[in-house]
């Protein structure tokens, strides 16, 4: 049997869920003779091809991860949200009270320790959106494995059910938000 | 109460006319998730997580909140319905800024834990990411409007179990937010700490500064008290991690004494002041250093041997074991010099209860339930919002709820007072006019067939003018005679009174508070606010002086040598530790260091109410024990134990 293709991004995070993954122990062997991973952090390969599974950590801040998502989305057949940031925002969102310009102004002129700050404009410096969105506000999420970050057993879970043929709703007793 | 029959989940379920149809499925097993319902409380249906199917209703309701009929079908469990909870659930969620990773409550959050339950991986809705302040201007209480559901269950307990209903609804729909007073900052309004809006809380929108980040209850042992401090005697619920109280809630609010205050709540919490460890004696070269139980209790058993007259003080503070054998220790030394520091209210009090009616003594005092039951309150020379926050809920409740009335005298505002029927102000001193006056007043008012049957108690004011009194005081007549017209139907009145009067030492005042408590009740209620957390089985023990204080003239008394058993009593250190002049040889059993300990030759040290077993006294007369919530330093000795091996050393 031909392997599972799978594609993993890492938009606006930590890069927790990820480690939250290698987390997994001894299954990532079982998992690599199942399943081939294509761009990914992981591997370090650019661009997309198309891939069975796409599995999106992060929650999408600004023009360049949106334009990856939806790349994303359009490479694979299921998408996965992956972690907090991902499925509902997460420490991400932190900053969708204020407003754009009142973030940007904190970021690189208000804070303690920049002096003579200014906000960069550059070509190639992607714009902010206006807020932070979860994955499901920008495309369409299949399935979802929340936490700050994830279980390595609710990874497990979520992957190991993909592989059956089965999308996967993490079980209450493995489901955490921190 | 006829009972009624319920068909829930096909099951057949009995209930009581007037039950809520949660309370049925409560009471026969069956659960419901709910959020704004907590018990004790009013039911408002504010969160929707407890909607049920009932047939013939045409949407689905809330249980907490629908009256249970006889004969009415319900469903709890059907697909549609944990449907719409999971709905309800993400817009929760999507309203406010519900972020776990970063919230103090996490892992110990009700609406955390229903999300789990209900699988709630995702919200479908567009987030508000409302710009939501916190408010950390209180020093204990954090309000962080961002984490709120606007269940309301700060809102009613605030109002229904403290009285005090500083918080409430500000603005209106979707700006609607918590706030307190009219819309002042927490730390700046009226709030009296009593920790009560976060014990509620379901989220992480109240919490506590001191406990936060500092153990979840999972984390946590917890211990089941009792608050030893003020003398109400509430039941306190302990949390404990690595040895450390991190939080302290009410096992059961909405029962009686089970109510806290920010004294019970965080006073525990922090480590008051310097703790001493080992017993200490005094050198050659005069300073207290560090010495072995042994060395301590032989230089004591030396000293009192040879000692002529030997003087004792006991904190009511102490537990009752510890006064008990404190009491021993005296007879053992055959001292005569016996009180406590609280002597001189015990002796008013009684001495005033003497006057009144020659005997029933401390008895005759009203429990604090009756606050709750009475009909009317005077709160006379008393600021328990201070002294006995408890008994101020109770005031504030038994005013709001059962329309007490309330009369206030107090020539200085205090939270009563904006709720008080009437508050006179007479200028300090000058008790006995207005006490007098007030009951004149009464007597006045009285129905012909009452004012003779309490005629007794009324030929004390007979003689008073209420005019010249109110031109005496400075006060205007109509409130005197307003008072006494809201008190003079009374059936259950209260009368509550605390160092204002006691400080007078004037039992002639007593007895006629008592005189006038018993014109507004079918029997005197009066409640005296005492000192300390054990002042009343202090007395209870007769280790009051009978003749006068022994504090106040041990220079006089003739006694050279002096033990003082001050347990974890901060008050009033430094008037004790001028008395203690005169005296050749001190021995202070302290749990800290205090001017009091500075002039000691020896001291012993002692535990705290937090780390040891043992009874307590309320101010109304009931005994309630104290567990051990944290284990003390090995290395000290039990109260009770240490003055028992006091008492073994001596040669007599």
Redesign the interface.
Known sequence: MAKVKVATVWLESCAGCHMSFLDVDEFIIDLSKLVEFRRSPITDIKGFDDVTVGIVEGSVGNEEEKEVIEELRHHCKILMALGDCACFGGVCAMRNTLDKEAVLKRAYIDTPSTYKGKIPVAPGVPELLDKVYPANQIVKVDCYVPGCPPEPEAIKYGLTELLAGRIPVVPSNIMRFD | MSEITLTINGKQCKGTQGDTVLEVCLANGIEVPTLCHYKGLLDIAACRMCLVEVEKERKPVPACAYPARDGIVVTTNSEKIEKYRRLVLELL?TER?H?????VA??DCEL?SL???Y?M????Y??A????TTDSSHPNIVMDH?RCILCGRCIRTCDEITGAHVLDFGKRGWKTNVCADINQPLGESSCISCGGCFQACPTGAIFSKISAYRGKPSECTSVESTCAICGIGCDIHGLVKNNRVVRIDSPDMTKPRGLLCEIGRFEPLYEAADRITTPLKRNNKGQLVNCSYEEAFEAIAKKFGTSDGIAGLASGKASTEALKAFADLMEKLGSKLVDTLDGDDCRTITQGIAKFDGKSGLDIEAKLEDILAADSIVVIGAHPTKTHPVIASYVMRAAAKNKANLVVIDPLRNPFTFRASVWLKPPEGKKEIIIGALGKSIVDHLPAKTATASNKYAATFKDIDVKKAGKDLGIDVHDIVKAGEVLAGSKNGVIIYGSGILQYKDAELVATILNLAALIGDKPRVISLKRYGNSRGAWDLGLVNAKGSVAADLAKCKASSLYTLLADDLTNSQELADSMKGVEFAVVQASYRSPVTEKADVVLPSLLWTESKGNYTSIDGISKKTVPMVKANAAIKADADTLKEVAKHLKK
Do not use: T, V
């Not at chain 2, 991986?121 to 479908?124: F, K, L, M, S, T």
């Not at chain 2, 990411?129 to 939501?132: E, F, G, I, L, V």
């Open positions: 969620f800024n972020l776990c990773a970063y919230c996490s892992g955390q999300a789990y339950r699988q991986d995702n919200a479908r567009q987030y990411w409302p710009n939501q961002n």
